[in-house]
């Protein structure tokens, strides 16, 4: 893995993947504790519309994807908000809209073909240098919202009732938690795609909710273990040259599946989530 690093292009994947992965284990430790998992795989897949509509009027990527990811995001938002005993299906339906308008702008894009796999299944070695710096500050600002209102979005996690009687702005921050979820599945969707960037938002967290004893530590330790899967799912992509993304998730599933194997045998190690205790 080390003499692989010589090239740039593999340079640039490691630092695209670490990125990701820190960034997933903040907002990935907040989609779980707040169950918006399902909310997420929706953003993700509408995702694909602002792909299609990049190829078909010729707009930057990164914007184009994250412009329409943010639209979605924000009326999805309004829906669990407003109507609850409906929000998944109309978070389906707005899934299946936003994959369906993506296929069709690329199927009408004048020239030649897309490749659909490289966003289905991610295409962290072509990460350019200025696509790397979008995600740096994007990263550094999604990090600088999340420590300004940690008190406030763990009072939103854990009680809504009480973050209100506490006076926090319950709307707007949850406003705020979709907006940084649309922008952090923006980042992923390059590293492992569209199908799997779930996983590496919620793997981690899961893994990590029963060790961790405040929502600070599984934001930490959900970061770390994104980091220990991306470094060795690069390694076994390059040494057996297979689809990076796709091998960061099949590392990730591996340590799922284990750690629940633990736990049966070893039950009750830690409290789980729903005990942390506030930090």
Partial sequence: MVEALQFEFMRNAMAAGLL???????MGTLVVVN???FLSGGIAHAAYGGIGMAFYFGWPYLASTLGFSLGA?????????????RADTIIGVI??????????????????????????????????????????????????LVAVYYKDLLALSYD????????VPVTALYFLLIGMLAVTVVMVIQVV??????????IPPFIMEKYARSMLQMMIGSSVLGVLFTIVGLWISYAFD???GASIIMVAGIFFFLNLLVERLIPDRRKS???????
């Fill in 20 to 26: 990701a992965s820190v960034i997933c284990g903040i």
């Fill in 35 to 37: 169950r918006i998992v």
């Fill in 73 to 85: 995001a924000m009326v999805m938002a309004a829906v669990t908000l407003n109507a609850k005993h």
């Fill in 95 to 144: 899934w299946a809209l936003g994959m369906a308008c993506g296929i069709i702008l690329i199927d009408l894009s004048p020239g030649y073909n897309v490749d659909l796999m490289s966003y289905l299944f991610g295409s962290i070695l072509t990460v350019p240098d200025a696509d790397l710096w979008i995600m740096v500050a994007m990263g550094l600002f999604i990090v600088g």
């Fill in 160 to 167: 809504e009732e009480f973050a209100r009687i506490r006076g």
């Fill in 193 to 202: 795609g569209l199908i799997l960037v779930i996983a590496l938002l919620t």
């Fill in 242 to 244: 297979l689809t990076s």
């Fill in 273 to 279: 989530a729903t005990s942390l205790i506030p930090e």
